[in-house]
């Protein structure tokens, strides 16, 4: 199973680390990351993830990276692959 993971807020150092290391502290595998700098300062990331090795629940991942958002002052979001495609598609 897979999920994306999006990040966004004002940029600053350490943001890609402390997501990653989360990730893989419990066991998520990146696949493919993209970010951009928009504005000068304007962060945003999109993560593609593996879940399968995950050593936590989805709910207890999602909530792990909300408090590193909450911690980066920025907002940080983990949705399932299959609801972002259907959401996506038209």
């Given at each position: 199973?897979?999920?994306?993971?999006?990040?966004?807020?004002?940029?600053?150092?350490?943001?890609?680390?402390?997501i990653a290391?989360?990730?893989?502290?419990?066991?998520?595998?990146?696949?493919?990351?993209?970010?951009?700098?928009?504005?000068?300062?304007?962060?945003?990331?999109?993560?593609?993830v593996e879940?399968?090795?995950?050593?936590?629940?989805?709910?207890?991942?999602?909530?792990?990276?909300?408090?590193?958002?909450?911690?980066?002052?920025?907002?940080?979001?983990?949705?399932?692959?299959?609801?972002?495609?259907?959401?996506?598609r038209i």
């Open positions: 199973m897979r999920a994306v993971v999006t990040v966004a807020g004002k940029d600053h150092t350490g943001v890609i680390a402390k290391t989360t990730l893989s502290e419990n066991n998520v595998n990146i696949v493919d990351v993209h970010q951009n700098i928009l504005g000068g300062d304007l962060f945003a990331m999109t993560m593609l879940l399968e090795g995950c050593t936590v629940s989805f709910p207890a991942l999602s909530a792990k990276l909300e408090a590193d958002g909450l911690e980066l002052n920025m907002k940080v979001h983990v949705m399932h692959e299959d609801i972002f495609n259907a959401m996506h």
